[in-house]
Protein backbone atom coordinates (compact mmCIF):
# COMPACT_ATOMS: atom_id res chain seq x y z
CA UNK A 1 0.00 0.00 0.00
CA UNK A 2 1.40 3.52 -1.00
CA UNK A 3 2.07 5.53 1.93
CA UNK A 4 0.64 9.24 0.70
CA UNK A 5 -2.54 9.46 -2.17
CA UNK A 6 -3.82 12.10 -3.76
CA UNK A 7 -6.86 14.29 -2.00
CA UNK A 8 -9.55 15.61 -4.40
CA UNK A 9 -11.47 18.70 -2.80
CA UNK A 10 -14.66 20.24 -3.05
CA UNK A 11 -14.18 23.77 -3.48
CA UNK A 12 -15.85 27.11 -3.02
CA UNK A 13 -15.22 29.48 -6.26
CA UNK A 14 -16.07 32.69 -4.80
CA UNK A 15 -19.34 33.99 -2.21
CA UNK A 16 -22.36 33.24 -3.85
CA UNK A 17 -25.12 35.32 -4.75
CA UNK A 18 -28.98 34.28 -4.47
CA UNK A 19 -29.32 30.71 -5.14
CA UNK A 20 -26.15 28.25 -5.77
CA UNK A 21 -25.11 27.10 -8.70
CA UNK A 22 -23.21 23.90 -9.65
CA UNK A 23 -20.35 26.47 -11.08
CA UNK A 24 -20.20 27.98 -7.97
CA UNK A 25 -18.19 25.29 -6.53
CA UNK A 26 -15.13 22.94 -7.97
CA UNK A 27 -13.51 19.40 -8.12
CA UNK A 28 -9.66 20.09 -7.43
CA UNK A 29 -6.96 17.22 -6.71
CA UNK A 30 -5.18 18.85 -4.18
CA UNK A 31 -1.28 19.84 -5.09
CA UNK A 32 0.03 18.27 -1.49
CA UNK A 33 -0.52 14.61 -1.04
CA UNK A 34 -2.18 13.16 2.22
CA UNK A 35 0.41 11.30 3.76
CA UNK A 36 -1.78 8.07 5.27
CA UNK A 37 -0.11 8.07 8.93
CA UNK A 38 -0.93 11.26 11.72
CA UNK A 39 2.49 12.22 13.74
CA UNK A 40 2.81 10.66 17.27
CA UNK A 41 1.83 13.54 19.84
CA UNK A 42 -0.64 14.95 17.29
CA UNK A 43 -3.78 13.65 18.98
CA UNK A 44 -5.71 13.97 15.27
CA UNK A 45 -7.59 11.02 13.20
CA UNK A 46 -6.95 10.42 9.67
CA UNK A 47 -10.08 9.50 7.79
CA UNK A 48 -11.53 8.36 4.62
CA UNK A 49 -14.55 9.99 3.99
CA UNK A 50 -17.47 7.81 3.24
CA UNK A 51 -20.86 9.68 2.59
CA UNK A 52 -21.54 12.92 3.18
CA UNK A 53 -24.75 15.00 4.24
CA UNK A 54 -25.82 17.28 2.10
CA UNK A 55 -27.80 20.38 3.76
CA UNK A 56 -29.33 23.52 3.09
CA UNK A 57 -27.44 25.42 5.49
CA UNK A 58 -24.91 24.69 3.60
CA UNK A 59 -26.27 27.04 0.53
CA UNK A 60 -26.08 29.80 3.66
CA UNK A 61 -22.61 29.01 4.23
CA UNK A 62 -21.87 29.90 0.46
CA UNK A 63 -22.88 33.46 1.20
CA UNK A 64 -20.48 36.34 1.96
CA UNK A 65 -21.06 36.65 5.88
CA UNK A 66 -23.54 39.45 6.52
CA UNK A 67 -25.75 40.40 9.78
CA UNK A 68 -28.68 39.41 7.89
CA UNK A 69 -27.22 36.03 6.74
CA UNK A 70 -26.79 35.34 10.71
CA UNK A 71 -25.72 32.02 11.30
CA UNK A 72 -24.14 29.51 14.05
CA UNK A 73 -21.23 28.19 11.42
CA UNK A 74 -18.91 30.04 9.84
CA UNK A 75 -19.11 30.48 6.15
CA UNK A 76 -17.01 28.95 3.97
CA UNK A 77 -14.15 30.23 2.44
CA UNK A 78 -13.76 30.80 -1.43
CA UNK A 79 -10.63 28.90 -2.00
CA UNK A 80 -10.97 26.45 0.87
CA UNK A 81 -13.43 23.11 0.62
CA UNK A 82 -16.70 23.62 2.15
CA UNK A 83 -17.59 20.97 5.04
CA UNK A 84 -20.32 19.43 6.47
CA UNK A 85 -21.68 16.03 8.03
CA UNK A 86 -19.87 12.94 7.28
CA UNK A 87 -19.47 9.09 8.00
CA UNK A 88 -15.84 8.23 7.73
CA UNK A 89 -13.37 5.70 8.27
CA UNK A 90 -10.61 5.86 10.26
CA UNK A 91 -7.50 4.93 8.35
CA UNK A 92 -4.74 6.23 11.40
CA UNK A 93 -5.44 8.30 14.93
CA UNK A 94 -2.96 9.23 17.36
CA UNK A 95 -6.46 10.11 20.36
CA UNK A 96 -6.82 6.32 22.20
CA UNK A 97 -10.25 6.63 21.59
CA UNK A 98 -10.53 5.96 17.78
CA UNK A 99 -8.48 3.32 16.52
CA UNK A 100 -7.60 2.03 12.51
CA UNK A 101 -10.87 0.76 11.33
CA UNK A 102 -13.10 2.40 13.60
CA UNK A 103 -16.28 4.12 12.13
CA UNK A 104 -17.14 8.28 12.98
CA UNK A 105 -19.41 10.31 11.79
CA UNK A 106 -19.18 14.11 12.57
CA UNK A 107 -17.88 17.60 10.88
CA UNK A 108 -15.33 17.00 7.51
CA UNK A 109 -14.32 18.69 4.80
CA UNK A 110 -16.09 18.02 1.48
CA UNK A 111 -12.61 15.60 0.31
CA UNK A 112 -11.64 11.98 -0.06
CA UNK A 113 -9.23 11.99 3.09
CA UNK A 114 -9.15 14.47 5.95
CA UNK A 115 -7.38 15.26 9.51
CA UNK A 116 -9.55 15.95 12.13
CA UNK A 117 -9.53 16.86 15.70
CA UNK A 118 -11.99 14.38 16.89
CA UNK A 119 -13.94 15.99 19.40
CA UNK A 120 -16.92 16.46 17.70
CA UNK A 121 -16.95 13.42 15.94
CA UNK A 122 -18.99 10.72 17.16
CA UNK A 123 -17.92 6.46 17.20
CA UNK A 124 -20.25 4.61 15.54
CA UNK A 125 -21.34 1.58 16.68
CA UNK A 126 -20.94 -0.93 14.12
CA UNK A 127 -23.14 -3.33 16.27
CA UNK A 128 -26.41 -1.63 15.30
CA UNK A 129 -27.07 -3.23 12.59
CA UNK A 130 -27.62 -0.22 10.05
CA UNK A 131 -26.59 1.01 7.09
CA UNK A 132 -23.22 3.63 7.51
CA UNK A 133 -25.27 6.14 5.49
CA UNK A 134 -28.14 6.04 8.07
CA UNK A 135 -25.41 8.76 10.10
CA UNK A 136 -25.28 10.96 8.09
CA UNK A 137 -29.27 11.64 8.30
CA UNK A 138 -31.68 9.45 10.57
CA UNK A 139 -29.39 8.31 12.55
CA UNK A 140 -27.13 12.11 12.34
CA UNK A 141 -28.28 15.62 13.02
CA UNK A 142 -31.54 15.44 10.17
CA UNK A 143 -33.05 12.77 13.10
CA UNK A 144 -31.71 14.96 16.14
CA UNK A 145 -33.48 17.49 14.52
CA UNK A 146 -36.85 15.91 14.15
CA UNK A 147 -36.47 14.52 17.29
CA UNK A 148 -35.47 17.95 19.69
CA UNK A 149 -37.69 19.40 17.52
CA UNK A 150 -40.93 17.51 18.24
CA UNK A 151 -40.37 16.14 21.60
CA UNK A 152 -38.75 19.31 23.17
CA UNK A 153 -40.31 22.33 21.18
CA UNK A 154 -43.79 21.13 20.27
CA UNK A 155 -44.81 19.71 23.36
CA UNK A 156 -46.98 17.44 21.74
CA UNK A 157 -50.29 15.57 23.31
CA UNK A 158 -52.04 13.08 21.99
CA UNK A 159 -54.30 13.70 19.34
CA UNK A 160 -52.83 16.91 18.19
CA UNK A 161 -52.40 17.75 14.38
CA UNK A 162 -48.74 17.87 13.18
CA UNK A 163 -46.36 17.02 10.02
CA UNK A 164 -43.98 13.86 10.61
CA UNK A 165 -43.81 10.29 11.32
CA UNK A 166 -42.76 10.49 14.62
CA UNK A 167 -45.99 12.31 15.27
CA UNK A 168 -47.96 9.56 13.63
CA UNK A 169 -46.30 7.48 16.40
CA UNK A 170 -47.40 9.66 19.12
CA UNK A 171 -50.96 9.48 17.82
CA UNK A 172 -51.45 12.70 16.17
CA UNK A 173 -52.97 13.51 13.07
CA UNK A 174 -50.48 14.58 10.38
CA UNK A 175 -50.62 16.40 7.07
CA UNK A 176 -47.92 17.20 4.89
CA UNK A 177 -46.70 19.88 2.41
CA UNK A 178 -44.41 18.51 -0.53
CA UNK A 179 -43.42 19.74 -3.94
CA UNK A 180 -44.13 17.20 -6.40
CA UNK A 181 -46.56 14.42 -6.94
CA UNK A 182 -43.96 11.84 -6.02
CA UNK A 183 -43.65 12.89 -2.61
CA UNK A 184 -46.76 13.64 -2.26
CA UNK A 185 -47.83 10.02 -2.73
CA UNK A 186 -44.76 8.73 -0.37
CA UNK A 187 -45.82 10.89 2.65
CA UNK A 188 -49.51 8.96 1.94
CA UNK A 189 -48.35 5.74 1.10
CA UNK A 190 -45.08 5.14 2.47
CA UNK A 191 -44.83 7.16 5.82
CA UNK A 192 -48.30 7.05 6.09
CA UNK A 193 -49.44 10.55 7.06
CA UNK A 194 -53.25 11.28 7.42
CA UNK A 195 -52.92 13.98 4.31
CA UNK A 196 -50.89 15.83 2.27
CA UNK A 197 -51.01 18.45 -0.67
CA UNK A 198 -48.47 19.83 -3.39
CA UNK A 199 -47.80 22.87 -2.33
CA UNK A 200 -46.92 23.72 -6.05
CA UNK A 201 -49.95 23.19 -7.56
CA UNK A 202 -52.41 24.15 -4.19
CA UNK A 203 -53.60 28.09 -6.11
CA UNK A 204 -54.77 29.38 -2.37
CA UNK A 205 -52.55 27.61 0.44
CA UNK A 206 -55.07 28.90 3.41
CA UNK A 207 -57.51 27.08 1.68
CA UNK A 208 -55.61 23.95 1.22
CA UNK A 209 -54.71 24.00 4.89
CA UNK A 210 -58.32 24.33 5.80
CA UNK A 211 -59.70 21.29 3.37
CA UNK A 212 -56.84 19.09 4.95
CA UNK A 213 -57.22 20.13 8.28
CA UNK A 214 -60.79 21.71 9.42
CA UNK A 215 -60.08 21.56 12.50
CA UNK A 216 -57.51 23.74 12.72
CA UNK A 217 -53.56 22.64 13.55
CA UNK A 218 -52.14 22.31 17.21
CA UNK A 219 -48.50 22.15 15.82
CA UNK A 220 -46.63 23.14 13.22
CA UNK A 221 -43.09 22.06 12.28
CA UNK A 222 -41.75 25.21 9.82
CA UNK A 223 -39.42 24.04 7.66
CA UNK A 224 -40.46 26.55 4.37
CA UNK A 225 -41.27 30.08 5.49
CA UNK A 226 -42.65 32.72 3.59
CA UNK A 227 -46.55 32.17 1.99
CA UNK A 228 -46.74 28.74 3.63
CA UNK A 229 -46.11 30.14 7.26
CA UNK A 230 -48.23 32.93 6.49
CA UNK A 231 -51.47 30.29 5.63
CA UNK A 232 -50.27 28.18 8.55
CA UNK A 233 -50.75 31.28 11.06
CA UNK A 234 -54.37 31.69 9.84
CA UNK A 235 -55.04 27.97 10.47
CA UNK A 236 -53.11 27.46 13.75
CA UNK A 237 -55.41 26.74 16.45
CA UNK A 238 -55.60 28.97 19.95
CA UNK A 239 -52.30 27.70 22.13
CA UNK A 240 -50.73 26.72 18.94
CA UNK A 241 -46.55 25.56 19.00
CA UNK A 242 -45.03 26.33 16.19
CA UNK A 243 -41.05 24.67 16.33
CA UNK A 244 -39.00 27.16 13.39
CA UNK A 245 -36.40 24.38 12.05
CA UNK A 246 -35.59 25.72 9.09
CA UNK A 247 -37.10 28.40 6.24
CA UNK A 248 -35.60 27.16 3.24
CA UNK A 249 -37.59 29.35 0.59
CA UNK A 250 -36.03 32.12 2.34
CA UNK A 251 -32.51 31.19 2.14
CA UNK A 252 -31.22 32.61 -1.35
CA UNK A 253 -34.13 35.40 -1.87
CA UNK A 254 -31.79 38.56 -2.28
CA UNK A 255 -35.41 40.14 -0.23
CA UNK A 256 -37.10 37.87 2.17
CA UNK A 257 -40.62 37.39 2.01
CA UNK A 258 -42.41 39.42 5.09
CA UNK A 259 -44.98 37.44 7.02
CA UNK A 260 -48.22 39.18 6.91
CA UNK A 261 -50.37 37.52 9.74
CA UNK A 262 -48.12 37.54 12.25
CA UNK A 263 -50.09 39.15 15.09
CA UNK A 264 -52.35 36.02 14.90
CA UNK A 265 -49.46 35.00 17.24
CA UNK A 266 -50.48 37.67 19.72
CA UNK A 267 -54.52 36.66 19.86
CA UNK A 268 -54.39 32.72 19.07
CA UNK A 269 -51.59 32.80 22.00
CA UNK A 270 -49.28 30.54 19.59
CA UNK A 271 -45.86 29.99 21.21
CA UNK A 272 -43.35 29.88 18.27
CA UNK A 273 -39.63 29.45 18.86
CA UNK A 274 -36.76 28.67 17.03
CA UNK A 275 -34.01 26.04 17.62
CA UNK A 276 -31.02 24.13 16.71
CA UNK A 277 -30.71 20.80 16.73
CA UNK A 278 -27.05 20.74 17.86
CA UNK A 279 -28.05 22.34 21.34
CA UNK A 280 -29.82 19.19 22.05
CA UNK A 281 -26.64 17.28 21.28
CA UNK A 282 -26.79 16.00 24.90
CA UNK A 283 -30.09 14.19 24.49
CA UNK A 284 -28.40 11.98 21.40
CA UNK A 285 -28.02 8.68 23.08
CA UNK A 286 -31.83 9.33 24.57
CA UNK A 287 -32.74 9.86 20.73
CA UNK A 288 -31.17 6.50 19.74
CA UNK A 289 -32.74 4.92 22.39
CA UNK A 290 -35.94 6.02 21.52
CA UNK A 291 -35.56 5.71 17.70
CA UNK A 292 -33.42 2.27 17.31
CA UNK A 293 -36.40 0.34 18.40
CA UNK A 294 -38.86 2.29 15.94
CA UNK A 295 -36.28 1.24 12.81
CA UNK A 296 -35.71 -2.53 13.99
CA UNK A 297 -39.89 -2.90 13.75
CA UNK A 298 -39.97 -1.04 10.49
CA UNK A 299 -42.28 1.46 12.02
CA UNK A 300 -40.33 4.30 11.15
CA UNK A 301 -39.32 4.54 7.00
CA UNK A 302 -36.22 6.43 6.11
CA UNK A 303 -36.02 6.98 2.20
CA UNK A 304 -32.26 7.76 0.92
CA UNK A 305 -31.73 9.70 -2.55
CA UNK A 306 -27.69 8.78 -2.66
CA UNK A 307 -25.48 10.12 -5.80
CA UNK A 308 -22.28 8.48 -5.70
CA UNK A 309 -18.88 10.08 -6.61
CA UNK A 310 -17.51 13.42 -5.03
CA UNK A 311 -17.67 15.05 -8.89
CA UNK A 312 -21.01 14.64 -8.38
CA UNK A 313 -20.88 16.51 -5.10
CA UNK A 314 -22.04 19.96 -6.39
CA UNK A 315 -25.38 19.08 -8.40
CA UNK A 316 -26.39 17.38 -5.62
CA UNK A 317 -26.03 20.20 -3.38
CA UNK A 318 -27.34 22.21 -5.66
CA UNK A 319 -30.29 19.87 -6.68
CA UNK A 320 -31.10 19.89 -2.96
CA UNK A 321 -31.86 23.79 -3.20
CA UNK A 322 -34.16 23.58 -5.97
CA UNK A 323 -36.44 20.02 -4.80
CA UNK A 324 -34.80 17.58 -7.05
CA UNK A 325 -34.21 14.84 -3.79
CA UNK A 326 -36.54 12.52 -3.09
CA UNK A 327 -35.36 11.53 0.55
CA UNK A 328 -32.64 12.29 2.33
CA UNK A 329 -29.62 13.75 -0.38
CA UNK A 330 -26.48 11.27 0.83
CA UNK A 331 -23.38 12.09 -1.35
CA UNK A 332 -21.11 8.36 -1.41
CA UNK A 333 -17.59 8.92 -2.03
CA UNK A 334 -16.01 5.93 -1.46
CA UNK A 335 -16.88 2.16 -0.34
CA UNK A 336 -16.68 0.59 2.79
N1 LIG B 1 -32.78 23.93 13.06
C1 LIG B 1 -31.94 22.95 12.76
O1 LIG B 1 -31.11 22.54 13.58
C2 LIG B 1 -32.03 22.29 11.42
C3 LIG B 1 -31.30 21.11 11.14
C4 LIG B 1 -31.47 20.50 9.89
C5 LIG B 1 -32.31 21.07 8.94
N2 LIG B 1 -32.97 22.23 9.24
C6 LIG B 1 -33.89 22.85 8.27
O2 LIG B 1 -34.94 21.90 8.03
C7 LIG B 1 -35.43 22.06 6.71
C8 LIG B 1 -35.42 20.72 5.98
O3 LIG B 1 -34.08 20.29 5.87
P1 LIG B 1 -33.70 18.82 5.37
O4 LIG B 1 -32.27 18.63 5.65
O5 LIG B 1 -34.68 17.85 5.90
O6 LIG B 1 -33.85 18.97 3.79
P2 LIG B 1 -34.72 18.11 2.77
O7 LIG B 1 -36.14 18.20 3.19
O8 LIG B 1 -34.13 16.79 2.53
O9 LIG B 1 -34.50 18.92 1.41
C9 LIG B 1 -34.96 20.19 1.26
C10 LIG B 1 -36.35 20.21 0.59
O10 LIG B 1 -36.90 21.50 0.77
C11 LIG B 1 -37.81 21.76 -0.28
N3 LIG B 1 -37.61 23.11 -0.82
C12 LIG B 1 -36.54 23.56 -1.49
N4 LIG B 1 -36.74 24.84 -1.85
C13 LIG B 1 -37.95 25.19 -1.39
C14 LIG B 1 -38.73 26.37 -1.43
N5 LIG B 1 -38.29 27.46 -2.03
N6 LIG B 1 -39.95 26.36 -0.84
C15 LIG B 1 -40.40 25.25 -0.23
N7 LIG B 1 -39.70 24.10 -0.15
C16 LIG B 1 -38.51 24.08 -0.72
C17 LIG B 1 -37.57 20.74 -1.38
O11 LIG B 1 -38.67 19.83 -1.39
P3 LIG B 1 -40.01 20.15 -2.25
O12 LIG B 1 -39.87 19.35 -3.51
O13 LIG B 1 -41.09 19.67 -1.36
O14 LIG B 1 -40.04 21.62 -2.51
C18 LIG B 1 -36.30 20.03 -0.93
O15 LIG B 1 -36.28 18.68 -1.30
C19 LIG B 1 -34.58 23.15 6.06
O16 LIG B 1 -35.24 24.39 6.18
C20 LIG B 1 -33.33 23.14 6.90
O17 LIG B 1 -32.63 24.37 6.86
C21 LIG B 1 -32.83 22.83 10.44
Same mark, same amino acid.
Given at each position: MENTVRNKQVILRDYVKGYPKESDLMIITASDRVELKVKPGSMVV?????YFSCDPYMGILMKEPNPSTFTLLDAFVPGKPISGFG???????????FAKGDFVWGMVDWEKYSTINPIGSFKIDININV?????????GMTGLTAYAGFFEICSPKKGETLVGQFAKLMGCYVVGSA?? @?QKVDLLVNKFGFDGAFNYKEEPDLDASLRRCLPQGIDIYFENVGGKILDSV???MKSYGRIAVCGMISQYHLETKEGIQNLPLVIYKKIRMQGFVALD???????????VLPYIKERKLIYVEDIVEGIEN??????????????? @???LKIARE
Open positions: LVKNLVSEVIDSDDPAPLSYYTGMLGC @KLMNFIDKFPNFLEFGPAALVGLVHGQNVG @KQV
